[in-house]
């Protein structure tokens, strides 16, 4: 009889897309910690999941709690801002999310752009556009990990997007709209991505 | 830009980490080990006869697999048969490597690594535990492995212990052949039976 995967296969299969959502939720940053932390806590309890169980969705879900967790361990050492979140939230608004010295439009830094909107979203968006569009669950599952109706997630998913648009003009949105250059389509900048706050590890 | 551009948009904005990724997973294994959870650790090494799976538990070495045999299906039996909770370590299996590296060198003639028997049990436990007993270098029939065994007349489970020897190279099953002098099966297909005896021939 054949049960589960080796949990080796799990990592094979989710890590990437569970590295990406961390990303978006939290930044470069604390990304790695939160990835390791859902693993770790998935490698734990893989034993007991229900065979059959959907097994992304699963990972989301530790990987959700374990971003709030990070978040609210980032907040307790962060020194106080004046600055404070859009939402009052567990997880979005975590200080020094705003790059200062960002710099303003440029085709190549676009995606940096995109990933730094997504991550200053007010959590629910930010959370629903990761998890639906990023991690590519259903909204009945967003659902199931954010609270709510998947209509509910549905929308926030929507406003998230319809932010994100406006605070990344994209194509035919007219002012500063970034060049789509050959080379985009398929490679991206050789130098190495800046983190866009604080120090990576 | 429709909501599709935007998917892509993002997932262009968040691409794969590949290097991060693999940094990410090695450390995903240290603080497995370091928590007791990792029930199996595993590595693929090349040797002579071809990539080896090694795969180690706590306890000591479990499984020593061919190529021949499906790497992945291994892993899965591994899965289904100790615990799920697998992952690629290289670190536990240091000793076991550097002992199968030493072994194909012609430098060791014995192993002195801890093994976990779990995966075989009475009679064929009882066989595998007398393989060690035949030299290295030297051969022995399946009847006198029966013999060995305290069951002369057993000289089929003989050979079905070791067809289903968990350990091959390690515990040596190579080393019994047909009484008439040929071969007999292996795990690891014939070539490689015999580029073992091969082997422990110009070494012994």
């Given at each position: 009889?054949?049960?589960k995967?080796?949990?080796?296969?799990v990592?094979?299969?989710?890590?990437?897309t569970v590295?990406?959502?961390?990303r978006?939720?939290?930044g470069?940053?604390?990304a790695?910690?939160?990835?390791?932390?859902t693993?770790?806590?998935?490698l734990?309890?893989?034993?007991d999941?229900?065979?059959?169980a959907?097994?992304?969705?699963?990972?989301?879900?530790?990987?959700?709690r374990?971003?709030?967790?990070?978040?609210?361990?980032?907040a307790?050492?962060?020194?106080?801002?004046?600055?404070?979140p859009e939402?009052?939230?567990?997880?979005?608004?975590?200080?020094?999310?705003?790059?200062?010295?960002?710099?303003?439009g440029?085709?190549?830094?676009?995606?940096d752009d995109?990933?730094?909107?997504?991550t200053?979203?007010?959590a629910k968006?930010?959370?629903?556009?990761?998890?639906h569009?990023?991690?590519?669950?259903?909204?009945?599952?967003?659902?199931?990990?954010l609270g709510?109706?998947?209509?509910a997630?549905?929308?926030?998913?929507?406003?998230g997007?319809?932010?994100l648009?406006r605070?990344?003009?994209?194509a035919g949105?007219g002012?500063?709209?970034?060049p789509?250059?050959?080379?985009?389509?398929?490679?991206r900048?050789?130098?190495?991505?800046?983190?866009s706050k604080?120090?990576?590890p | 830009m429709?909501?599709d551009?935007?998917a892509?948009?993002?997932?262009?904005a968040?691409?794969?980490?590949?290097?991060?990724?693999?940094?990410?997973?090695?450390?995903?294994?240290?603080a497995?080990?370091?928590?007791?959870v990792?029930?199996v650790?595993?590595?693929?090494?090349?040797s002579?006869v071809?990539?080896?799976?090694?795969?180690?538990?706590d306890?000591g070495?479990?499984r020593?697999?061919?190529?021949?045999?499906?790497?992945?299906?291994?892993?899965?039996s591994l899965?289904d048969?100790v615990?799920?909770r697998?992952l690629?370590?290289p670190?536990?299996?240091?000793a076991?490597?550097?002992?199968?590296?030493?072994?194909?060198?012609?430098?060791?003639?014995?192993?002195?690594?801890?093994?976990d028997?779990?995966?075989?049990?009475?009679?064929?436990?009882?066989?595998?535990?007398?393989?060690?007993?035949i030299?290295y270098?030297?051969?022995?029939?399946?009847?006198?492995?029966?013999q060995l065994?305290?069951?002369p007349k057993a000289?089929?489970?003989?050979g079905?212990?070791?067809?289903?020897?968990?350990?091959?190279?390690v515990?040596?099953?190579?080393?019994v052949?047909?009484?008439?002098?040929s071969?007999?099966?292996?795990r690891?297909?014939?070539?490689?039976?015999r580029?073992?005896l091969?082997?422990?021939?110009?070494?012994?």
């Amino acid at each position: 009889m054949t049960g589960k995967p080796p949990f080796e296969s799990v990592v094979s299969a989710h890590g990437s897309t569970v590295l990406r959502v961390c990303r978006a939720i939290l930044g470069p940053a604390d990304a790695d910690d939160a990835w390791s932390e859902t693993f770790l806590s998935a490698l734990k309890a893989y034993p007991d999941l229900p065979a059959g169980a959907n097994v992304e969705a699963w990972l989301v879900t530790i990987a959700h709690r374990k971003a709030i967790d990070v978040t609210r361990a980032a907040a307790r050492r962060a020194i106080p801002v004046a600055e404070t979140p859009e939402t009052p939230s567990t997880v979005s608004g975590a200080p020094g999310s705003q790059a200062p010295d960002r710099p303003a439009g440029g085709g190549l830094v676009a995606d940096d752009d995109l990933a730094d909107a997504l991550t200053r979203l007010p959590a629910k968006q930010k959370q629903a556009v990761a998890y639906h569009y990023l991690a590519g669950l259903p909204y009945a599952d967003v659902a199931a990990i954010l609270g709510g109706t998947a209509e509910a997630a549905r929308r926030a998913a929507a406003d998230g997007i319809a932010r994100l648009r406006r605070s990344y003009p994209g194509a035919g949105a007219g002012r500063a709209a970034p060049p789509r250059t050959p080379g985009r389509a398929t490679g991206r900048p050789a130098a190495p991505r800046t983190a866009s706050k604080g120090a990576s590890p | 830009m429709n909501a599709d551009d935007m998917a892509g948009a993002l997932a262009q904005a968040f691409p794969g980490h590949p290097d991060q990724l693999s940094q990410l997973r090695t450390r995903l294994a240290d603080a497995a080990q370091q928590d007791g959870v990792l029930d199996v650790a595993y590595r693929v090494i090349d040797s002579p006869v071809g990539p080896l799976l090694l795969a180690a538990t706590d306890q000591g070495l479990i499984r020593v697999a061919f190529a021949l045999e499906g790497h992945d299906a291994v892993l899965q039996s591994l899965a289904d048969k100790v615990s799920p909770r697998i992952l690629s370590a290289p670190g536990r299996l240091d000793a076991a490597t550097r002992e199968i590296d030493e072994y194909f060198a012609g430098r060791r003639h014995t192993f002195g690594l801890p093994l976990d028997w779990r995966l075989s049990a009475g009679f064929r436990r009882t066989v595998l535990g007398h393989l060690p007993e035949i030299g290295y270098g030297h051969t022995a029939s399946y009847a006198a492995v029966a013999q060995l065994s305290g069951s002369p007349k057993a000289v089929r489970a003989v050979g079905t212990a070791c067809a289903t020897n968990p350990l091959p190279v390690v515990v040596p099953c190579h080393r019994v052949i047909r009484a008439d002098g040929s071969m007999g099966g292996y795990r690891g297909g014939p070539e490689a039976k015999r580029t073992l005896l091969t082997l422990e021939e110009a070494a012994a």
